[in-house]
Structures are given as structure tokens and as C-alpha cells.
């Protein structure tokens, strides 16, 4: 896994947006969009406009420190290099995700269409949606 510090001796600097970009993922339970990421940085005192965040988000994708990930809502969301393969579930009322971290059986499937395509699969991508608890709430009050 890429660090902060590899990127010290790839030539690159260690802004502050940078290293708090890092941080922030890290620590988050659940992926961002670089909306997001604005406002925390902005609650913080630190003033960086959107353009460089995602300058710098993009940046960071490419040196393999974070990974951008796109749950079809339009923009996309950011996440620290996940230790383990996982997939998200998301709320169609309120954009909430969730990352599932629990085993998968698909790559037992992976090998099946390998068997009867040929094809040599690189991974795979899949989205769960629906409402989440406090959306469920809501709609049972809304019916009421
Ligand atoms: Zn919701
Ligand atoms: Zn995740
Ligand atoms: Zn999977």
C-alpha cells in the first residue's frame, strides 16, 4: 500500500491538503465525494478551494493512495486503499453508503464465466441500493 511518505520520495511535496486528504479517508467509515471532503476541510480551517481538492483527489488516485469509486449518483466518491475486496450499499433517498465488508462468492462465479467465455476477468463491481435505516423511518412516518 502506498503512503503518504512514498510520495516524499517519488519528488512529490506533502501539502497540507494533501496529507489532510489522506488523513480524512482514512479515517472515514464510509466513502466521500470531494463535496464532502470540502466542507470537513473547510470545518477544520483549512481554506482549499474545489479545484484543488479535486486536483489533489486525482492526483492521489493516481500515486495509488486512495481509490475513486463511482456508485452511478452523478460524482464520484473516494475511500483509503481498501484492505480487503468490498462492495457498497446505497440509500436512493438520501446518497447514505455504507461499505460491506463481508465476503463475497462471486469469485467462484468469476471462474465459471471465465469457463464459458475465456475471458480473463480483472475484478468486479456491484452496487447494492435501496433505503437506508433512517430513510425507512421517514417513509413508515410519510404513510402514517
Ligand atoms: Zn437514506
Ligand atoms: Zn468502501
Ligand atoms: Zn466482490
Known amino acids: 500500500m502506498t503512503q503518504l ?28 465525494s470531494a463535496m ?10 483549512l481554506k482549499v478551494n474545489k479545484t484543488t481538492v ?3 483527489l486525482k492526483f492521489l488516485v493516481e500515486q495509488g493512495l486512495i ?7 452523478g460524482n464520484k466518491r473516494y ?27 462471486l469469485h467462484l462465479m468469476e471462474q465459471q464465466i471465465t469457463d464459458r ?3 480473463v476477468i480483472a475484478g468486479h463491481d456491484l452496487k447494492f441500493f435501496g433505503l437506508c435505516p433512517t430513510c425507512v423511518v ?4 410519510t404513510t402514517a
Open 79 to 105: 475511500e483509503a486503499v481498501p484492505t480487503s475486496h468490498h462492495h457498497h450499499i446505497v440509500c436512493q433517498q438520501c446518497n447514505a453508503v455504507t461499505c460491506l465488508d463481508m465476503e463475497d462468492e
Open 54 to 56: 479535486y486536483r489533489e
Open 5 to 32: 511518505t512514498d510520495l516524499k520520495s517519488r519528488g512529490h511535496s506533502l501539502t497540507k491538503a494533501r496529507k489532510a486528504l489522506v488523513e480524512l479517508l482514512d479515517v472515514s467509515q464510509k466513502p466521500l
Open 117 to 119: 467465455t475465456g475471458f
Open 67 to 73: 481509490c475513486e469509486i463511482d456508485l452511478g449518483e
Open 36 to 45: 464532502d471532503l470540502v466542507a470537513v476541510l473547510f470545518e477544520r480551517g
Open 138 to 141: 421517514l417513509a413508515a412516518e
